[in-house]
């Protein structure tokens, strides 16, 4: 009989969770065997524990999330009691009901995730689509310089003034960064993981992730977090909770950059607790307590576009209403679609409305220029430019980053609507579907942050 590989919350209460998850995180028997603990009185019910990474603590309620609002201080802050633990399982299809009527458990779907690049593997009958109507699609136009991009997002003006991004550091949760050619300073990867923080080759996915937060950032930091050993919701929530680790200890990463998602939605009927549909999942509610730690989120809108999706797209996953979801659609994240240098929106952008919230994507932010891949740049071609709304969305992050350092306690509602704010808009005044409320612009979000700082000291 097939078995059903799932994440089970269980309703245990751990004291010093912070503390016991490192601990556990160290050695994958550990990890198995503390697991196989929690499990002691559901035994005969073949719950095999899969051990891909620790029990993940979870922290619900008011009094969680003032405790986790001080994480934001570069001290060290109590240790916390977890509300649940999460564990990564396996189990006889046979079984499903038995453990989903127990009050003390929870099943949740641990659905695969994809990157947000726009490779794509084969031809097919969208390739012969053209540029037409502010649409970049294929073929699409050359890649630009990365001074463009950065032209294009005001920085130099902030910089002149000394704020260049420093003091400020991003996490990146992806494939893994390249530390010998971006400034990788810290991260997390689990016991045993054949991929350590700082050591992925220069062609990966993270690494152009990296290479784009700098273009309006060149001084931030870099946290490597490569879960995508563990390409599913439960190993991006164990590299969540190591962020929250960090946080707790001395007030970073300040910023996490999210360019992966879900390429389609299966049946509500069939899986109503699936990441897509069910905003209660656990992962939805990690990134809520990073936010309530007071790290500002980032995630890719997603390359399901109606115009030209990406060939990763499933049927389902596809257009306007189809395309943003899961935790990329949450209220409290920023969600980034992408544009060219000539803000056309690029085709395969995804869509809103979002499933959770509607206003998705929040705003744009620049694709397809010479990052890290390209000519003279350290990927090579490798790939011809960087691109998807992997791109856009670490540029995004570093805009907030160069915000960042010169005011260093927006909280993450106040940066979102300061970008929202300074947002270049392309279509009619207000939020749409493609572009959200506008590109991104750097100087246009500082020169406000710097009008409100005078109001306020006027006051």
């Known amino acids: 009989m097939a078995k059903v590989k799932a994440l089970l919350e269980l309703a245990q209460q751990t004291s010093n969770s912070f503390e016991t998850f490192e601990l556990n995180c160290q050695s994958e028997a550990e990890s198995v065997k503390e697991s196989e603990k929690m499990l002691t009185d559901m035994s005969g019910l073949g719950i095999e524990v899969t051990g891909e990474f620790a029990p993940i603590p979870m922290y619900e309620g008011k009094a969680y999330t003032k405790a986790l609002s001080e994480f934001s201080v570069a001290t060290t802050n109590s240790d916390m009691e977890s509300s649940s633990m999460v564990i990564p399982c396996q189990f006889d299809y046979k079984h499903y009901e038995e453990i989903q009527n127990r009050k003390d458990v929870k ?17 097919h009958i969208l390739d012969l689509a053209n540029s037409a109507l502010g649409l970049d699609c294929r073929p699409f136009r050359e890649g630009v310089p990365i001074d463009d991009i950065r032209t294009l997002l005001s920085v130099e003006s902030i910089w002149s003034e ?76 164990a590299m969540f909770q190591a962020i929250l680790n960090q946080r707790r200890i001395d007030g970073t990463p300040h910023i996490t950059n999210n360019s992966y998602g879900f390429v389609g939605k299966p049946d509500r009927q069939l899986s109503p607790r699936h990441e897509v549909w069910d905003i209660n999942h656990p992962v939805h509610r990690k990134v809520r307590e990073l936010i309530s730690a007071g790290i500002h989120m980032f995630f890719a809108a997603g390359n399901c576009g109606q115009d030209c999706p990406s060939g990763s797209c499933l049927p389902s996953g596809i257009g306007p209403g189809n395309s943003i979801h899961a935790s ?13 240098s000539r803000h056309e929106r690029i085709g395969y952008s995804s869509q809103g409305p979002g499933g959770f919230f509607n206003e998705k994507p929040d705003i744009a932010a620049y694709s397809h220029f010479f990052g890290n891949f390209g000519p003279e740049r350290p990927g090579g071609t490798f790939q011809p430019y960087d691109n998807g709304t992997s791109a856009s969305t670490p540029v995004a992050a570093g805009v907030a980053a160069l915000l960042l350092s010169s005011f260093p306690n927006l909280s993450p509602k106040d940066l979102k609507d300061v970008l929202i704010q300074g ?19 750097a100087g246009s979000a500082y020169r406000s942050l710097c009008r409100r700082n005078i109001e306020e000291i006027e006051l």
């Not at 659609?329 to 992408?338: D, N, Q």
């Not at 392309?426 to 493609?434: A, H, R």
Request: aromatic letters at 8%; one cysteine or more; a negative charge.
């Open 423 to 441: 947002a270049i808009n392309l279509g009619s005044p207000g939020w749409d579907s493609d572009t959200g409320h506008g590109v991104i612009n």
């Open 107 to 123: 099943i949740w779907p641990n659905s695969p995730l994809t990157l947000f690049d726009n490779r794509q593997s084969s031809e």
């Open 328 to 340: 990329n659609s949450l209220e409290e994240v920023i969600t980034v679609a992408a544009v060219n």
């Open 162 to 237: 000394g704020f260049r991004g420093q003091n400020i550091v991003i996490g990146i949760v992806d494939e893994g960064v390249n530390g010998e050619v971006y400034p990788v300073v810290g991260g997390f990867s689990r016991a045993g993981a054949s991929r350590q923080p700082g050591d992925a080759p220069i062609t990966s996915h993270g690494s152009m992730c990296a290479a784009d937060v700098l273009v309006a950032a060149p001084a931030c930091k870099i946290y490597d977090y490569p879960f995508l050993g563990v390409q599913n919701s439960g190993g991006v929530m």
